[in-house]
């Protein structure tokens, strides 16, 4: 069990609207152990990924395995199942506001299994302490500056010692030395938990640190991937224009429109 692929897309396609699909074939595979980037312009389909993975929404086309079983073919009891085994992420957290540091921890343990409230209480101390955040466990979410409360988030999503965390926009909103403090988190807790991640980042930099292996994803299909020593050495011009933050280059900065001075010499009719 320990050898399946974590998570692997083969030809996957995806649209809210049959007409309109957002993916389009894409393949990517996340091995045992590895932490996989997914970045791309805002839009480009990253997060939709996720959902894919999670089981939220079905594909289109193509297959969605998570530990070897096809998501798409999953009734209620086996999402239930798979989704116990992941966790997840949000981006700036999803703490419950009405629930203190403790509770928010402790609620995957309480809702998912049938251990006593000693049991989760260690549980939940053992993993506030692996953040650096137990002495932070009777504080309220409003309490906590937008690092904390990232690293209480990452404590509940590791609350079920999952084998697969998914993390939407971790790095977002936060100051340099809390982007560090979670990035290094994340690399230790997945090396910790024998687990594999997926991070959707537009933080260059700070995955270059610490990822195994990137996707770039534009207009719905992967357009480039390797390691980090394979992506900081590479021409290709879309991956070159996204590490560099270029303005000029494949990804252009006007939409497509028609020509500019016909359109206002239309309106001056």
Known sequence: MADLIPVRLDDVAFGYDPSKRILEKVNLTVRPGQIVALMGGSGCG??????????????????????????????????????????????????????????????????????????????VLMKLQAVGLRGASTLMPHQLSGGMARRVALARGIALDPRLMLFDEPFTGLDPISLATIGRLVRELNDALGASSIIVTHDVQESLQIVDYLYFIAGGRVVAEGTPDGVRASEQPFVRQFVRGEIEGVVPFHQQAADYRSELLAGAR
């Not at 894919?52 to 009891?77: C, K, R």
């Not at 949000?90 to 000693?118: H, I, K, M």
């Open 46 to 123: 990253k997060t939709t990924i996720l959902r894919l993975i999670g089981g939220t929404v079905p594909a289109s086309a193509g297959t969605v395995s998570v530990f070897g079983e096809d998501v798409g073919v999953m009734n209620a009891d086996a999402l239930r199942r798979m989704r116990s085994r992941v966790g997840m992420l949000f981006q700036f957290g999803a703490l419950f506001t009405d629930l203190s540091v403790f509770d928010n921890v402790a609620f995957p343990l309480r809702e998912c299994t049938n251990l006593g409230e000693r049991m989760i209480r260690d549980l």
